[in-house]
């Protein structure tokens, strides 16, 4: 019996947490969900079209939970409690006291507290099962909302709403708001940084850094000179100082340092902070603005560099690619004709598939188009060597230091 109070209860808790997760959750990422075409996201697009039905369902849920654990908690308290009380008016007295703190506790405000920080989250883990018990319980739904319906307007002349109101943002309505191609576009671009926004702290920092085999360094033995040299040659705001190896780096140089007229790199080397590679770009970005930082070495759970990201690759994360004036002098997506293409090979997969409608095999192992390469060709390609890809060739064209740097894809 005591088995069936905590589970009861349990089950209280939790449809009491969905209750508030129904209203907390995000409508924008509701909608960005939606537009995936995923089974869990026409699951919550039809919880919201049968808005009203579910609450019901689900509060039906609660309080016959909540019911059966009151009557079995009270035959456990009758079995324990009696030989303590003289009257039934203070074992009575107690009851109500107890259930009054485990309904307010348990019941209400702690599932309330937690599912309402994270109800995206917590709707995508339990969409499933939720929805197997709304389907079994609706009728009861309907016929409660059916009788609450006539009973009102009967007694009190009210008309209940088939459906809850609520505000809900439709990207789809936002996007055919303006009458003019241009109003429309930018508000594409809009609902864009907005997804991406929101994707920020799902995105890891391996996904947008610069890999360690394109990382600009000087070592820390180098002259003024050779660094100015560096400067120049890359064009770049900040070079990185290492002392024998990449693995191990000891800061960063600005260019503006060096109008001082510095002697040495060690009068002018700044501090750079190590991140991890499992570390989301939202916290980077946080860390970022928190420290007055734009850079920071990525490395891997040995210790070893694995990349380095800037402010900028963190801001390219939501915008977009961001171009300078010496971003134009490298070509990195070319198309040749209807069906070739040119492309640097760290390019992202999905970046391509979406600027040219392209259906190139997208996956969790890799995300450049180097990477898709090597994932199915199982072998660094020379110059040269065609790799085949379903329907896909790729003619490796450049090579760098056991990199893939450019190929050409042809779909013909």
């Avoid at 947490?17 to 537009?35: P, R, T």
């Avoid at 990525?298 to 210790?303: A, I, K, L, N, R």
């Avoid at 990349?307 to 997506?333: H, K, N, Q, S």
């Avoid at 198309?335 to 600027?355: C, E, G, I, P, T």
Wanted: negative net charge; charged residues 25%.
């Amino acid at each position: 019996m005591i088995l069936i109070s905590v589970l009861m209860l349990s089950l209280s808790a939790f449809f009491s947490g969905v209750e508030i997760a129904f209203f907390s959750i995000d409508k924008v990422k509701l909608e960005i969900d939606k537009n995936k075409e995923t089974y869990k996201s026409r699951i919550l697009n039809y919880f919201f079209e049968n808005n009203l039905e579910f609450i019901t369902t689900i509060l039906f849920l609660k309080y016959i939970a909540l019911v059966l654990c009151c009557v079995s908690t009270n035959i456990v308290l009758n079995a324990y409690l009696n030989d303590y009380f003289q009257s039934l008016y203070y074992l009575l007295f107690f009851k109500i006291f107890l259930f009054t703190i485990i309904v307010l506790l348990i019941v209400e405000l702690l599932p309330k507290s937690v599912f309402k920080f994270y109800p995206n989250k917590i709707f995508n883990f339990f969409c499933v099962p939720i929805w197997i018990l709304f389907f079994f319980l609706r009728p009861i739904a309907v016929f409660g909302l059916f009788f609450s319906k006539y009973f009102l307007r009967f007694f009190f002349k009210y008309k209940l709403d088939d459906k809850l109101e609520k505000t809900n943002l439709n990207l789809d309505k936002y996007y055919s708001t303006s009458k003019s191609s241009k109003n429309i576009e930018d508000k594409r671009v809009e609902a864009e940084m907005i997804k991406n926004v929101l994707d920020l702290s799902e995105k890891k920092l391996r996904d947008c850094m610069i890999p360690r085999t394109e990382i600009v360094a000087v070592e820390n033995t180098a002259s003024i000179n050779e660094l100015k040299e560096k400067f120049i040659e890359t064009k770049f705001s900040k070079i990185l100082v290492y002392k024998i190896t990449i693995d191990n780096v000891i800061g960063y140089i600005h260019s503006s340092d060096l109008f001082k007229g510095p002697k040495t790199i060690k009068s002018v080397l700044l501090p750079i902070p190590f991140v991890p590679e499992s570390m989301s770009v939202k916290d980077l970005l946080t860390q970022f603005i928190d420290t007055n930082k734009g850079i920071a070495i990525v490395v891997d759970e040995f210790g070893g560099t694995s990349g380095m990201v800037t402010i900028e690759d963190v801001t390219e994360e939501i915008v977009g690619e961001i171009e300078d004036e010496y971003d134009l002098e490298t070509i990195t997506d070319e198309q040749l004709s209807k069906d070739k293409f040119k492309f640097l090979a760290r390019l992202d997969v999905d970046v391509v598939n979406k600027k040219y409608s392209l259906n190139l095999p997208e996956s969790e192992e890799y995300k450049t188009i180097a990477g898709l390469i090597l994932h199915y060709n199982e072998d660094i390609p020379s110059v040269g060597q065609v790799v085949k890809i379903e329907n896909l060739r790729f003619t490796i064209l450049d090579v760098k230091e056991n990199a893939i740097n450019e190929v050409q894809l042809d779909m013909s």
